[in-house]
């Protein structure tokens, strides 16, 4: 049986807090995320799902290509557009959970 959200977050991390914390700590130190974070809500705001997905993706792109720049790169190459600067510039502007799902659907058709 899966577990709620909620207890999967009180089992791995504590708490929200502690996700948001971890999560905060990585769009502060990493490369992986863009600032795109509304200062007046916060991630205490976003439901504790969406936490989970977020964390996931980051961990799974953070093992494989360790950057955000690593990841464009590998997509481009995959899809046999690296010299594609226009395309470049308009994937980099992606939240990393839609690159990193775009990047799997590329990957399995290649």
Do not use: C
């Not at 809500?41 to 360790?66: D, I, P």
């Not at 464009?72 to 690296?82: A, F, H, K, P, W």
Request: glycine share 4%.
């Amino acid at each position: 049986m899966k577990k709620s959200p909620l207890a999967e977050v009180k089992e791995r991390f504590g708490s929200k807090e502690a996700l948001v914390k971890e999560l905060k700590g990585w769009f502060a130190t990493s490369s992986l995320f863009e600032d795109k974070l509304n200062a007046d809500k916060g991630l205490l705001h976003v439901s504790n799902q969406k936490l989970l997905h977020l964390h996931k993706v980051a961990t799974e792109v953070k093992e494989r290509f360790t950057t955000r720049e690593n990841l464009v790169n590998d997509l481009l190459r995959t899809m046999s557009r690296v010299k594609d600067a226009g395309l470049k510039t308009k994937i980099e502007q992606w939240s990393l959970p839609r690159l990193w799902d775009y990047y799997r659907s590329v990957s399995k058709k290649a």
